[in-house]
């Protein structure tokens, strides 16, 4: 897909074809369609990212607890998404260990009672020992400061993304 090609979309399929970016939220790319034309993916990415900005506390939220558990019952039934289907093999979170899965099971039902919402991590260049690790690490912050970290995290992946699906460089992290 070009930029020229995206851009002559309507919004309908404008909001099919950049859906899935933000997963499970297409209201992203809908919101994002009147913005256009667009000159870079750099500025699609900004767009889409400034709809989820804009949006406010609930919608936000609501992007927030759309993508699926890291390892989680999602990933064991094989109801992932492609694209986090993916993102996960490639950190090789498909590999725990028995004893992997149930530390990352733990941790991330204490995140979750913790905070509200599901652990959100860009794993792409990471392992599970770092995931492990910035999970646990991540259980001490306070509640607002980990939806705003929630938030540039899905802002990170939605970058990669975007860089996969018009083959354009991975950008530098956010």
């Not at 979309?9 to 899935?20: K, Q, S, Y």
């Not at 306070?142 to 939605?158: D, F, G, N, V, W």
Request: aromatic share 6%; hydrophobic share 45%; charged share 20%.
């Amino acid at each position: 897909m070009t930029l020229d090609q995206l851009n002559s979309l309507d919004r309908e399929a404008f909001t099919r074809t950049l859906g899935a970016v933000f997963e499970h939220s297409p209201w992203v790319a809908e919101g994002a369609w009147p913005r256009q034309p667009y000159t870079s993916v750099e500025a699609l990415h900004a767009a889409m990212c400034e709809v989820v900005r804009q949006a406010g506390p609930a919608a936000q939220l609501a992007a927030i607890r759309a993508p699926p558990q890291r390892a989680g019952k999602a990933a064991v039934a094989g109801a992932l998404s492609a694209d986090s289907t993916r993102e996960q093999r490639g950190a090789g979170l498909d590999q725990c260990s028995p004893a992997e899965y149930l530390r990352l099971a733990e941790l991330n039902a204490g995140y979750e009672a913790r905070f509200g919402f599901p652990y959100i991590l860009a794993v792409r260049g990471d392992d599970r020992q770092g995931i492990l690790a910035n999970l646990a690490a991540r259980l001490s912050n306070a509640r607002q400061a980990e939806m705003a970290e929630a938030l540039r995290q899905i802002e990170r992946i939605t970058a990669l993304r975007l860089a996969d699906m018009m083959g354009t460089p991975v950008p530098a992290p956010l």
